[in-house]
């Protein structure tokens, strides 16, 4: 997909049909890799990519999401957490590429297991997806939804 089309296009999935398959995990978490983050600053970062069924079903509100991809961070501070969110939008544009439904998830946050997350490592998003029968049809956003001011 073309990316303008597929911003235009991206929309929150919250019904899964199903899995991931393995090489569309991996695509995903490449993406994730491949986001930029403060100062370089990449072991300050983990990305948990959850789909053991016992485990996501401790965690609430994830709409029965068949994969969850957690981005977890080192002392959070204002940089890190603004890095974990480009982190997030990478993992879940490739997701929305490959035609899968993505969601973006604070409100699980704090239900997610403390024994999937490294040693020191806070969980400061979350992703959920899976296979989706929801089409992604590019849609008309006014130009002006975000007010923006041009200086020449």
Known sequence: METLKL???RQ????????????????ILAAGNAAPVGMGNYADYRLIAIQDPQI???????????TVIV??????DTMTLLSAGIIAHNLE???????????Y??????????????????AVFSLTL??????FTPRQIPADRIKTKLIK
Do not use: C, W
Request: glycine share 8%; proline share 7%; aromatic share 4%.
């Open 7 to 9: 911003l235009h296009a």
């Open 12 to 27: 929150a999935v919250r019904q899964y049909t199903g899995q991931l398959t393995d090489e569309q995990l991996q695509t």
């Open 56 to 66: 996501l079903q401790q965690m609430s509100q994830i709409y029965a999401a068949p």
């Open 71 to 76: 981005v977890a961070a080192r002392q959070p």
């Open 93 to 103: 544009l490739a997701a929305e590429d490959l035609g899968l439904g993505a969601n």
């Open 105 to 122: 998830n604070l409100a699980g946050l704090a239900s997610i297991p403390h024994k999937v997350l490294p040693a020191g490592f806070t």
């Open 130 to 135: 899976g296979q989706t029968t929801q089409p």
